[in-house]
């Protein structure tokens, strides 16, 4: 179960918490990291809104995308004593379908995911990614507090 496992993290603290337990995981199964970051194209409050970003959307991408460069960047040094294969992956989308879709692509055998729920009217409505990740993933999914 844990020979290949995804790592989706997003700079929170809960996802911190998940990258340091699929460490963990994989250090003891001999097992391999993906490390992902699903930059998003729009955030949930706009979606739910329907309402497009204000200002230049290409900017807001580009903004998105370097501070997910930045987490990933954080992601490898807090790896640096990992002596196990470890990769490092950057897409741009709604996460939690970034999320699902990547585990397929690359033969994710789990998912070890935080935590960080939406809180009020935008959780009952949207529900929240780990949630989402639970529901539709293939494949085992642990949820780090």
Not at 124 to 139: E, K
Request: a neutral charge.
């Amino acid at each position: 179960m844990f020979e290949k496992i995804l790592v989706p993290i997003d700079g929170s603290g809960p996802s911190w918490n998940a990258l340091k337990t699929a460490e963990i995981l994989a250090e003891r199964f001999q097992g391999e990291l993906i490390v992902l970051h699903a930059a998003e194209s729009f955030s949930s409050t706009e979606l739910y809104v329907d309402k497009l970003p204000q200002g230049n959307p290409e900017k807001e991408q580009e903004w998105k995308t370097r501070i997910g460069s930045r987490i990933l960047q954080e992601a490898q040094d807090r790896l640096k004593d990992f002596a196990g294969r470890k990769a490092f992956l950057l897409k741009v989308g709604y996460p939690s379908d970034v999320i699902v879709e990547t585990a397929k692509q690359e033969n994710a055998t789990s998912i070890v995911i935080g935590s960080r729920g939406l809180s009020g009217i935008a959780e009952f409505l949207l529900g929240s990614v780990s949630s989402r990740v639970l529901q539709y993933a293939p494949i085992p999914v642990m949820i780090v507090k």
